[in-house]
């Protein structure tokens, strides 16, 4: 008979490849240093393969490494999977679920859907991680989060997405400003530098690109702001105009400010969505959730 691979061992290779640090990895784990190494050795024995090269300073794995830690990635879903579908059938949406919200929306949408989350799921343990998309799609597909909150369309590789509603954008401006005319609003007829945005790395500056039809890149300031927040502050200060999705603006992120704003005539927006590794067994769950989020965003 085939002596597989244990459980721990799986966790060990997948942990180790997340830090390449076997000191780091094995505090991670809760174990000593030297069990750990002993554990990895042992798999290897048993595998007769070697996964990592060791040096006194760094680990590297090798090209069969990477392709079993990729495997016992996927093993160890499908195990976790196993007890989910368990917890699904005796009390949906129950224990521990890690959530990846992306800053746009973290700080407008969550004040307003957690009460009603708590409420219809009260045995629910809600974990929030407050990233970008990137980072956030990176943690799910490693098996660090659950499901994602985000703002749609975006690429995502191996997850299955659902949208739940729009959030339009308003064109956003110091009140009295010279930069433009909001009788006579065209994006494409700004001067150079007359647009704000967030900087690289965010949905945001993305969706309003694409959302507002902005073919032109130079109209685009080239300072940029790391957050909403900020971003305000420089429309303040009549640096610029910008565009803001309704959300973070019925959220009270332009109050104490002089920005006013209005409704773009070719009606732009982002879509509001969830996302989940396709191979997750909780689908159904997610669409309870889903619904959840559905209701309490309506009234």
């Known amino acids: 008979m085939i002596k597989l691979p244990t459980v721990k061992?799986?966790?060990?290779?997948?942990?180790?490849?997340?830090y390449l640090?076997?000191?780091?990895?094995?505090?991670?784990?809760?174990?000593?240093?030297?069990?750990?190494?002993?554990a990895i050795k042992e798999l290897e024995g048993q595998l007769n393969v070697s996964l990592v090269d060791r040096t006194s300073r760094s680990v590297?794995?090798?090209s069969v490494g990477k392709l079993v830690a990729e495997q016992a990635r996927h093993a160890l879903f499908d195990l976790e999977g196993i007890v989910d579908i368990a917890k699904s059938v005796q009390q949906p949406l129950t224990g521990p679920l890690k959530m990846g919200v992306i800053p746009t929306i973290a700080p407008f949408l969550l004040p307003k859907i957690l009460p009603a989350i708590r409420e219809r799921f009260p045995k629910l343990e809600l974990y929030l991680k407050e990233e970008q998309t990137k980072k956030?799609?990176?943690?799910?597909?490693?098996?660090?989060?659950d499901i994602l909150l985000l703002a749609l369309p975006v690429e995502l590789t191996n997850t299955d997405t659902v949208s739940l509603f729009t959030d339009a954008f308003k064109l956003a401006y110091k009140q009295g400003t010279r930069l433009i005319d909001p009788q006579?609003?065209?994006?494409?007829?700004?001067?150079?530098?007359?647009?704000?945005?967030?900087?690289?790395?965010?949905?945001?500056?993305?969706?309003?690109?694409?959302?507002?039809?902005?073919?032109?890149?130079?109209?685009?300031?080239?300072?940029?702001?790391?957050?909403?927040?900020?971003?305000v502050q420089m429309v303040n200060s009549d640096l610029g105009v910008t565009f803001i999705p309704q959300?973070?603006?019925?959220?009270?992120?332009?109050?104490?400010?002089?920005v006013v704003t209005q409704d773009l005539k070719d009606h732009s927006y982002r879509e509001i969505g969830l996302a989940w590794?396709?191979?997750?067994?909780?689908?159904?769950?997610?669409?309870?959730?889903a619904d959840v989020i559905l209701e309490s965003v309506k009234h």
């Open 184 to 231: 006579d609003f065209t994006p494409n007829k700004l001067n150079q530098g007359a647009i704000l945005l967030l900087e690289d790395g965010h949905c945001l500056r993305e969706h309003a690109l694409s959302a507002c039809n902005l073919s032109r890149l130079e109209e685009t300031n080239k300072f940029s702001a790391s957050g909403l927040y900020s971003l």
């Open 247 to 258: 959300m973070a603006i019925d959220g009270g992120l332009l109050e104490n400010t002089q």
């Open 136 to 145: 956030i799609h990176a943690l799910l597909l490693e098996g660090e989060l």
């Open 60 to 62: 590297t794995f090798t």
């Open 277 to 289: 590794r396709k191979s997750s067994v909780r689908k159904q769950e997610f669409g309870m959730l």
């Open 21 to 38: 640090h076997f000191g780091k990895a094995a505090e991670a784990c809760f174990v000593t240093q030297s069990a750990f190494s002993v």
């Open 9 to 18: 061992q799986l966790r060990y290779l997948v942990t180790l490849e997340k």
